[in-house]
């Protein structure tokens, strides 16, 4: 069945066919939304997790290049609630004229359901996203991770398994030492993607340095720490000298990494953290390895 | 003859670090515009998914993106392996005023 009216709809081949949008339609057709509502239309929308194609009269607002398509508008004619084009994506069509933002974001909601597309999840996109301007394949990164979000790729560091990476926690990417790690989403620059300056740089490579006194091996140390708190004995215990300097300095570290507590508590058991350390390191040292021959 | 100007603007809706009242304040100026334009609720989001929408979005001609830091938005369009043209505009939320954006925003192409 051919669609009646004039939508953005040249199609690439499919790539996914969970893709949903919704087009706010003032083309042929339909009456212009009142401009108050169609913003009130288009916030709530996206509030909902909904991406949004908002078509003027005459304009097109880019191509759905698989799924499903609701096309919202104040339809003049009478339009079909579902139709398919000839490159199997499918359309449906509401008319939203007298409805409020929140009656026509139901509408969507339930084609949504309709077409067998899931909600999206709630999840904070936190992951690494890496700055190939800035990375030098050093495989630090590789190397720190306890929780697989790096791996290799034809000798080049990528990020693999963003879905692992622990929300909040930017700690790969102060250990990198080029700050060519963002978290698009973190609260300061320049791992937010800010401009990096030569201080950043600086301060960057002087975390390496805290690292490496460490032995390398941070996540164990900072477990350390963690349970070393939790200790009602700690006190008389690290009468040590040393040990208490150690710990003051993890504190520090702990602090400057900016790990959230909930990372602390998610870790391994010490076993599990040496084994999925040394695990990380092999794979960083293969991967080194791999890139000089 | 000039390209056609593509307006994408994200919304950020899965953190707080893009002032609500900046945001809010552009979608509304687009939405009271004539310009057609594409609305995400949050490219990190998409990025993350690989949706594959992101390289029809960044597909030629003169584009221009709402969000936050340029780099940022490079590297999670380069994470699902695509390139932004050069020419590709990214527009501050995070930084900039409504007033800045907007105006850069629906700035007809050169
Ligand atoms: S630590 Fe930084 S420079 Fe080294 S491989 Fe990872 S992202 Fe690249
Ligand atoms: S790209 Fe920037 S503005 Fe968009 S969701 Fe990510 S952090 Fe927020």
Redesign the interface.
């Known amino acids: 069945m051919s669609i009646p009216l004039p939508l953005p709809l040249s199609a ?1 081949p499919p ?2 066919a969970a ?1 949903f ?1 919704v087009a706010v339609y003032e083309g042929t057709g339909a009456n212009p939304f009142p ?1 108050g509502e ?2 009130a239309l ?2 709530a ?12 009269p005459g ?8 799924g499903s398509l609701l096309v919202l508008g104040h339809f003049t004619d009478e339009q079909p609630d579902h139709a398919a084009t000839d490159s199997g994506v499918s359309v449906y069509f509401r008319n939203v004229a007298g409805k409020s933002a929140a009656e026509a974001v139901e509408l969507a909601v339930q084609v949504r359901a309709a077409a067998n597309i899931p909600e ?1 999840a709630k ?3 936190w ?1 690494p ?4 301007d800035r990375c030098t394949n050093c495989m630090q990164c590789l190397s720190f991770c306890l929780f697989d979000v790096y791996g290799v790729n034809e000798g080049k560091i990528q ?1 693999q398994n ?2 692992k990476c622990k929300t909040d926690c930017p700690a790969c990417s102060r250990v990198c030492p080029e700050v060519a790690i ?1 978290f ?4 300061h ?1 320049p791992i ?4 990096v300056s030569a201080d950043d740089v600086r301060r960057e490579s002087m975390k390496v340095d805290i690292s490496s006194l460490l032995g390398g091996d941070i996540y164990a140390a900072l477990r350390d720490r963690n349970a070393k708190f939790k200790s009602r004995f700690s006190k008389e215990r690290d009468s040590d000298k040393a040990l208490e300097e150690r710990q003051k300095c993890l504190v520090k570290l702990g602090e400057k990494l900016d790990i959230p507590p909930e990372v602390f508590a998610s870790l391994p058991s010490p076993d599990e953290i040496q084994r999925k350390a040394a695990e990380a390191n092999a794979k960083a040292q293969a991967a080194l390895e791999a890139n000089k021959s | 003859m000039t390209k056609p100007l593509r307006v994408l603007y994200c919304h950020c809706t899965y953190a707080n670090v893009v002032p609500k009242a900046t945001k809010e304040e552009v979608l509304r100026r687009l939405t009271e515009s004539d310009v057609p334009f594409d609305a995400v609720p949050d490219l990190c989001e998409m990025s993350a998914k690989k949706d594959p929408a992101l390289a029809d979005l960044a597909a030629d001609g003169c584009l221009k993106i709402a969000a936050c830091y340029p780099r940022a938005v490079k590297w999670l369009f380069h994470a699902v392996g695509v390139k932004l043209p050069d020419t590709a505009e990214v527009l501050n939320m995070r930084t900039d005023t409504a007033d800045a954006v907007a105006a850069k925003l629906l700035e007809p192409p050169a």
């Open positions: 690439p790539a996914s893709a949008r401009p169609r913003t288009v916030t929308l996206l509030a909902k997790g909904l991406s949004v194609s908002v078509i003027r304009g097109s607002a880019g191509n759905l290049v698989a999206p999840w904070k996109p992951f996203v890496i700055d190939y990020v963003n879905n963002l698009p989403k973190y609260r620059g937010n993607g800010d401009v």
